[in-house]
């Protein structure tokens, strides 16, 4: 996407052959992937076009931006998140902490007076399991050798799971092409491109869907799952 030149690309494949990105023992490595850094954090991440927004998960925050109608329709709160400004893509992200803590949702959910604490829609260290699961990889291959039908897609402009690393572990299950690469289309344009294999196994890029593809490109989505289903 145009982020990193491809010299920096050359450098960081020529010196980082066998190391460990989070902590490269190789001095040229390490300062190539400290440049890599540098630039991958001047865009948004979820979405590369969109403004670079604070992500609205729950994190500490000094309270001075909060709009007092929010406070008084949910009380006190422990984690109320960093607020984006309103033209972020994120603000949703915000409004949907202080939705979800409103008494008025909750009773409408069910939740009994104090039986639950406050919602947050991220959690940082603090949930009971562990990540001991590095690849879903032989699940995925396991369930589609047994017959089920498997839509796997990817917005083009996400750099938190790339699309074409989404690509790369598809094609790692090794299956043939029954249909080859070809855009898909909406309205008569192109809404993005697919391509299937055996297996009952699709895979589809949207266009302009970032890493929440649905949220980015709801018309795009709707229309894809309707026809995979």
Known sequence: MGIISYQLYETIMEHCQGEEYSNPKNALCAQALDRSNQLWNEISHPHILYKKCVYASSRPNDGSTERKILKEEVGVLK??????P?????????????WANNNITRKALGI????????????KR????????????KYHRNMTLKGYRALVYS???????????????????NFPIVDEWRAWHLDGQSAGFTIAYTNNLTFATVKNGGHTAPEFEPERCLAMFARWV
């Open 79 to 84: 984690h109320p998140p960093p607020r984006p």
């Open 86 to 98: 309103m033209g972020c893509q994120t603000y949703g992200n915000y409004l949907s902490y202080y």
């Open 112 to 123: 009994k007076k104090g039986s639950k604490d406050e919602w947050m829609r991220c959690h």
């Open 126 to 137: 603090d949930l009971p399991y562990s990540l001991d699961i590095k690849s879903t990889i």
């Open 155 to 173: 917005g083009d402009h996400d750099a938190i799971i790339p699309f074409l690393g989404t690509q790369s572990w598809v094609r790692s299950l």
